[in-house]
């Protein structure tokens, strides 16, 4: 008997149950280098933080890029202009709803590419990947 979870999984377009592991790896790379997990997946304001992780008492806000290949610039490449607006709009949100202005805060970005279906996936942790402005220090 498969679980629901495994059954949900499976019913993904292949492209994301990729994203979906990409994100689980990501976790656990961050994890292991001491942070802390607060939310995953965590939506408001009309947008979604990947993970929301804390290390330090500093919040990190945290995008997971997953790619295949370097088609059109590679995972980097897709956080691009209006991906950046929308992970503020949603940080802003964030500090808000759990009352954290206070708090040092950032954004990084972890991609997480491969280069075929047997090669091993290369994750890169970018830290401060971009430094917006919210009306504060950050």
């Given at each position: 008997c498969r679980s629901l979870a495994y059954n949900r999984q499976m019913s993904l377009p292949k492209h994301h149950r990729f994203g979906r592991r990409a994100e689980w790896a990501a976790l656990l790379m961050l994890l292991m280098k001491g942070y802390r997990l607060r939310h995953r997946n965590w939506?408001?304001?009309?947008?979604?933080?990947?993970?929301?992780?804390?290390?330090?008492?500093e919040v990190v806000f945290v995008e997971v890029k997953a790619r295949s290949d370097e088609l059109f610039g590679g995972a980097i490449a897709a956080a691009g202009r209006e991906k950046r607006r929308n992970l503020v709009r949603a940080a802003t949100a964030y500090l808000s709803?759990?009352?954290?202005?206070?708090?040092?805060?950032?954004?990084?970005?972890?991609?997480?590419?491969?280069?075929?279906?047997l090669k091993p996936w290369r994750l890169r942790h970018i830290r401060h990947f971009f430094r917006p402005d919210l009306g504060r220090q950050v």
């Amino acid at each position: 008997c498969r679980s629901l979870a495994y059954n949900r999984q499976m019913s993904l377009p292949k492209h994301h149950r990729f994203g979906r592991r990409a994100e689980w790896a990501a976790l656990l790379m961050l994890l292991m280098k001491g942070y802390r997990l607060r939310h995953r997946n965590w939506r408001g304001a009309g947008a979604e933080l990947d993970l929301v992780m804390q290390r330090r008492g500093e919040v990190v806000f945290v995008e997971v890029k997953a790619r295949s290949d370097e088609l059109f610039g590679g995972a980097i490449a897709a956080a691009g202009r209006e991906k950046r607006r929308n992970l503020v709009r949603a940080a802003t949100a964030y500090l808000s709803r759990y009352g954290l202005w206070e708090r040092p805060c950032r954004f990084d970005l972890v991609t997480v590419e491969r280069r075929g279906r047997l090669k091993p996936w290369r994750l890169r942790h970018i830290r401060h990947f971009f430094r917006p402005d919210l009306g504060r220090q950050v």
